[in-house]
């Protein structure tokens, strides 16, 4: 069974900076598709940054210029960096993994998510 793991999320002032972190199993990680989503109270789960299997990277506008999404293949691991907090990124952050075989298939994954808090 597929598994997404993800860590680095916790307290910090606005302003300041987190890295998370999530770890895939039991997959083909190079062949997927990878993003961070976030979901804050009483709020729809937003995409905030993607990164394809080819290293193509999409942003939401909140957040361009201050976060980074980043993948090492060898290490089945993708990054957000982000920096610059503010507390409207307060949320529940989760990773994702996508995949679409040429067939139509589709394999969608979602890690248990981690809680980031920016204080103002």
């Known amino acids: 069974q597929v598994q997404l793991v993800e860590s680095g999320g916790g307290l910090v002032q606005a302003g300041g900076s987190l890295r998370l972190s999530c770890a895939a199993s039991r997959m083909i990680f190079s062949l997927h598709d990878m993003g961070w989503y976030r979901q804050a109270p009483g709020k729809q789960r937003e995409l905030v940054a993607e990164?394809?299997?080819?290293?193509?990277?999409t942003y939401v506008d909140a957040v361009k210029g201050r976060f980074t999404i980043s993948r090492i293949n060898a290490e089945n691991t993708v990054y957000l960096q982000m920096n610059s907090l503010k507390p409207e990124d307060t949320a529940v952050y989760y990773c994702?993994?996508?995949?679409?075989?040429?067939?139509?298939?589709?394999?969608?994954?979602w890690g248990q998510g981690t809680q980031v808090t920016v204080s103002s």
């Open positions: 990164i394809t299997s080819g290293g193509i990277t």
């Open positions: 994702h993994a996508f995949r679409r075989l040429t067939d139509g298939t589709i394999y969608k994954y």
